[in-house]
């Protein structure tokens, strides 16, 4: 198992000011020095946080994983087959969203994803990642396609508001990584997890290997800084 940082929010935080200041890629750095096994970035179509000069310069400088989160426009593909990232994650993408908001639905992207998305990045050395929730249906057409990971949206589970509905989706992951793993994808995961809920998702699924974080763990470092912070994170995912 190990921790990808995603990065967007100190970025949102630079483009309140329009300067260049707190600087994404200076963070990556310190995430990675840190001991992050690498870094994720959305490039959203409006481009309200990361922005296309940031993803040449994290290219350049970022030394472990590069993971390059993306809505499968034609425009994003162009760019994710210059920069060559180590992995890219397909995920949906609303214009009115605050974030992403679940998962891709398989039956609708399966025939899009098949002719012109999976065909663009062959032999390009790219491992692809759906972002999905824990539906067998989504997960199944996602090894039909040929994916190499899945990452489980992991939103629903942070979000419960009752015992009983966290255990609900727990389950739910629980199966969906047992699925994924049986069908020899890798098993990511990610979304609204932070220092509480981690313990208990990494104690319940199986399987899992990148998890993704971004909005808690930026948050907290403007009280702990970056490197305290990811560090804390390191702690809990320690010999899983
Ligand atoms: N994984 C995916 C696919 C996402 O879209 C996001 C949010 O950008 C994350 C992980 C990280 O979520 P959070 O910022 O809530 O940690």
């Given at each position: 198992?190990?921790?990808?940082?995603?990065?967007?929010?100190?970025?949102?935080?630079?483009?309140?000011?329009?300067?260049?200041?707190?600087?994404?890629?200076?963070?990556?750095?310190?995430?990675?020095?840190?001991?992050?096994?690498?870094?994720?970035?959305?490039?959203?179509?409006?481009?309200?946080?990361?922005?296309?000069?940031?993803?040449?310069?994290?290219?350049?400088?970022?030394?472990?994983?590069?993971?390059?989160?993306?809505?499968?426009?034609?425009?994003?593909?162009?760019?994710?087959?210059?920069?060559?990232?180590?992995?890219?994650?397909?995920?949906?993408?609303?214009?009115?969203?605050?974030?992403?908001?679940?998962?891709?639905?398989m039956?609708?992207?399966y025939?899009?994803?098949?002719?012109?998305?999976?065909?663009?990045?062959?032999?390009?050395?790219?491992?692809?990642?759906?972002?999905?929730?824990?539906?067998?249906?989504d997960?199944?057409l996602?090894?039909?396609?040929?994916?190499?990971?899945?990452?489980?949206?992991?939103?629903?589970?942070?979000?419960?508001?009752?015992?009983?509905?966290?255990?609900?989706?727990?389950?739910?992951?629980?199966?969906?990584?047992?699925?994924?793993?049986?069908?020899?994808?890798?098993?990511?995961?990610?979304?609204?997890?932070?220092?509480?809920?981690?313990?208990?998702?990494?104690?319940?699924?199986?399987?899992?290997?990148?998890?993704?974080?971004?909005?808690?763990?930026?948050?907290?470092?403007?009280?702990?800084?970056?490197?305290?912070?990811?560090?804390?994170?390191?702690?809990?995912?320690?010999?899983?």
């Amino acid at each position: 198992m190990q921790l990808l940082v995603n990065i967007d929010h100190v970025a949102t935080l630079r483009n309140a000011r329009g300067e260049g200041f707190p600087s994404p890629i200076e963070a990556a750095k310190i995430c990675e020095d840190a001991g992050a096994a690498g870094i994720v970035f959305h490039l959203r179509g409006d481009r309200r946080h990361i922005r296309d000069e940031d993803v040449y310069e994290l290219k350049k400088s970022v030394q472990g994983i590069l993971d390059f989160e993306m809505a499968a426009t034609d425009e994003m593909i162009r760019i994710c087959k210059e920069v060559k990232p180590e992995l890219c994650t397909l995920v949906p993408e609303g214009r009115e969203e605050l974030t992403t908001e679940g998962g891709l639905n398989m039956k609708v992207v399966y025939d899009d994803f098949e002719q012109r998305v999976f065909p663009a990045f062959k032999d390009t050395g790219i491992l692809m990642s759906l972002f999905l929730d824990p539906n067998p249906e989504d997960i199944e057409l996602a090894a039909k396609l040929g994916t190499d990971a899945v990452e489980l949206h992991t939103g629903n589970f942070a979000n419960a508001t009752s015992k009983s509905e966290q255990l609900h989706e727990l389950e739910r992951l629980q199966k969906g990584a047992e699925q994924i793993h049986k069908l020899g994808m890798t098993v990511n995961a990610g979304h609204g997890l932070n220092l509480n809920n981690l313990p208990v998702l990494i104690n319940s699924v199986p399987h899992l290997q990148d998890i993704s974080i971004g909005h808690a763990l930026v948050s907290q470092s403007l009280f702990w800084g970056l490197e305290r912070t990811v560090k804390a994170y390191l702690e809990i995912m320690k010999g899983r």
